[in-house]
């Protein structure tokens, strides 16, 4: 193994030079360390001699300063904070204080005095000179009783001076300063203080440590949850350091070498995010994960980004010290306040209750009988007024870890376990939680432990893998809820009728399991699904219903939000592929929650609506309900006309309208938008211009948004460019042509300007797009050019790769058009336009965005299209259009 870089101090001629061979002096020695450190190894220990060296590079540099300042006898520099801690990085802040001796204190702030006396003008001169030389210092000037009394009112001037360090001056002053602020300390006001403290701080920073850009300083899991620790520790006087803590025997030696490494993890990718981004940069933001990552060695493969490699590595850090700091504070917790002796209620021969939190009976609970571990578990959900795990037992699995082996996993006591967990009526959702928190469920099924902080950059999903399969698992486990039968009344009125949630579990547990690999995950995870079964005495009948579900979990969504569900065709090949009603049901519930488990972006009410209609479809075509489009064309004429008796229409308003229209149009709206299309257009039959209507949508937020108008080629991507310039995104199209010759367009529009709930909001809305949209729409001019959209960071960072496809349907009549890219304001107009040049014809329209990546699906037909040539200009333009500048 090749020697560790050491980081040498540059070497410092004696005496005081120029502010300016100073500054040149501060700076060359900084860029050498900076240097070496980036040509060294990626290892924590490398970060750790880069911090220490740069401190005692500011140390010297400081303390040449101060003793050109000519400061008064008595007076004292004082290190604080990371500086304090001798923890330096690249571009952090340089915190001192400036202790003055008693009765020399500063009437007024250094900055504002104009008439500077001695004393001012020494500290002014220091601190002038500091800036003067490049040292980007936080200062604050006081006497000792100053330092005492701002200790008494703010707990953050209390955590700085915890972490003092002295640095020139007055030993005997920052003595009585240490003494001072130590009497001060209340070490069950400090520990509340900052309990609260860090729980702000993790709900500023989204209450997880998986967030897409962590903090690596503030985040859940970050240095931060480090710090507390030892600030709580040091101010109840149990330890300055992790050495310290584990003589009082707060922490084990193994539990000593998990901080040091994980520490070591985290301090190492803040240095190195400090050294590629230039400047004090503590997020892991998109347009720096891919430079971090090169910088630590990662390299891309065919399966993974280099960034992927390197944030799967952090997120095991950060959850291994969001672990260990939760086992630390509760052991601190309990030692401040004297709780180590509360009495306890015995459950069993093996756990207790300590005030709601399941406690191990002893230590060696674990090792002596490793069946208690995934027990554990078990009792916790059965088990009434138990809320958590107290730090005996979160220690205890910590430290059993190295118990859970092939042989653990194998052993059908375990196996019996685990699945009475998944079979229990309640506390599901947070079992599973708990368990991968504690590591145990990703060392029991070892394929799961694969994907365990495994982020995927594709920009619809915002979870790590781990984290999107329990949450598809609380969904699931939430339709079999009475109290959340608001949410979802459908699906828990289909969960009603499931007499086996435990299926859909299993199900959830491994749809995405195999994520990561390369290939197919779809296929992937069956093959983990049907080894699971096997391995767990799950029947045939039961394999094979998981088995289908984990293969097929994309397919529902799929058919859903990209083929026409008005064509039988469709409809009778998925009934053909789910076989049964139980597996359709099945199916379809897991498709809900796997998407509402994606982001809470991704899902919305108009695909809540394609799924259900697919289901209703399906179901009726599995009933044995034979295909007959004429008899519903005529049960959908027939509520209609109800409809329309309803909103006191003349009897016949309907039949000019409908004289123009073919079976198509009857197949893909339903009886509402029927009988509103006739309602709205009976006047305007004969229009030479266009003529638009909008109401609120029917289904969850936004605008249903009606186009009536002699048809020309451009219309579709005028129509988009209103859409577009008014700021409205189109979520679905059903565009018909009439027999006379008139486009008749329905559009599901959604809009930032929309208040959902605001009826005022609504009718203004609704009057400006009648109003402007006709305007739009009756233009004649050249169509403009389409604008290059801004796209968002994310998108820079982790941008698709276009895909354009063009296929014909089954019947070779029509040509399914299918669009995949990154999302940007003004892409429908870009694809419209092109279609609109080569006078391509639009039938349908499946607008699907996925975060930020957009799925569209059209059915086109036109001359252009029957050519091999223009063919492909077609397909060359389109992906022009739809690549971001």
Known sequence: MSALPQFPQPREAPGLRSVASMRARFRDGKAVLLERFRESRATALASTRLTKALTRHVDSHLTELWEHAAMPPGATLVAVGGYGRAELFPYSDVDVLVLLPAGQALEADVADAADADPLRASVERFLHACWDIGLEIGSSVRTVQECVEQARRDVTVQTAMLESRFLCGSRRVYTSFRQATEAVMDPKAFLRAKVLEMRQRHVKYEDTPYSLEPNCKESPGGLRDLQLVIWVARAAGLGRNWTELAAKGLITPFEVGQL??????????????????????????????????????????????????????????????????????????????????????????????????????????????????????????????????????????????????????????????????????????????????????????????????RMQHDLFHVYTVDQHIIMVVRNVRRFFIPEHAHEYPFCSQLASQWDEPWLLYVAALFHDVAKGRGGDHSQL????ARRFCRDHGVSREDTALIEFLVLHHLTMSRIAQKEDLSDVEVIQAFARLVGTPKRLTALYLLTVADIRGTSPKVWNAWKGKLLEDLYRLTLRALGGAKPNLDAEIESRKQEARQLLALHSALPGTEEELWKTLDVSYFARHDA??????????????????????????????????????????????????????????????????????????????????FEPGDPAAYRDLISLVETQAVLALSSRGPLP??????VSRRVRSFPVTPRVTLNPDERAQRWLLSISASDRSGLLYAIARVLARHKINLHLAKVSTLGERVED?????????????????????????????
């Open 260 to 453: 040091h490494k994980h520490e070591g993890t985290l301090k190492l990718v803040r240095a190195r995010l400090h050294l590629i981004a230039g400047r004090r940069e503590d997020r892991l933001v998109f347009d720096l994960q891919t430079a971090v990552a090169e910088s630590f060695g990662y390299k891309a493969t065919k399966g993974q980004r280099s960034s992927e490699v390197l944030m799967h590595r952090y997120y095991w850090a950060a959850k291994a010290v969001t672990q260990l700091n939760q086992i630390l504070m509760l052991n601190i917790e309990e030692r401040i306040n004297g709780s180590e002796e509360a009495p306890m209620r015995p459950i069993d021969a093996h756990f207790l209750d300590r005030g709601g939190m399941l406690e191990v009976a002893h230590d060696g609970l674990y090792s002596e009988q490793p069946h208690a571990i995934m027990r554990t578990f078990l009792v916790y959900q059965q088990t009434p007024g138990i809320k958590g795990l107290s730090a005996r037992t979160l220690r205890a699995l910590y430290n059993a870890r190295n118990l859970m082996d092939a042989g653990f996993r194998r052993d059908p006591a375990n196996r019996a376990v685990f699945m009475q967990i998944l079979r229990e009526p309640q506390g599901i959702t947070h079992a599973l939680r708990l368990l991968n928190e504690t590591s145990v469920l990703g060392r029991y099924l070892w394929v799961f432990r694969r994907i365990v902080g």
């Open 525 to 528: 995870g069956t093959v983990e």
């Open 672 to 753: 509402a938008d029927i009988a509103w299309h006739a309602r709205s257009l009976w006047r305007h039959l004969d229009t030479t211009g266009p003529v638009v209507r909008a109401r609120p949508s029917s289904v969850g937020d936004g605008l249903q948004v009606l186009v009536y108008s002699p048809d020309c080629p451009d219309l579709f991507a005028r129509i988009c460019g209103y859409f577009d310039s008014a700021g409205f995104s189109i979520q679905d199209a059903k565009i018909h042509t009439s027999r006379a010759g008139y486009a008749l367009d329905t559009f599901q529009v959604i809009s930032t300007r």
């Open 785 to 790: 050019e389409p604008g290059r959209g801004r």
């Open 857 to 885: 699906t059209f059915l086109v037909d036109g001359p252009a299209l029957q050519h091999a040539r223009t063919q492909l200009d077609v397909e060359s333009e389109l992906l022009d259009a739809v690549t971001p500048a």
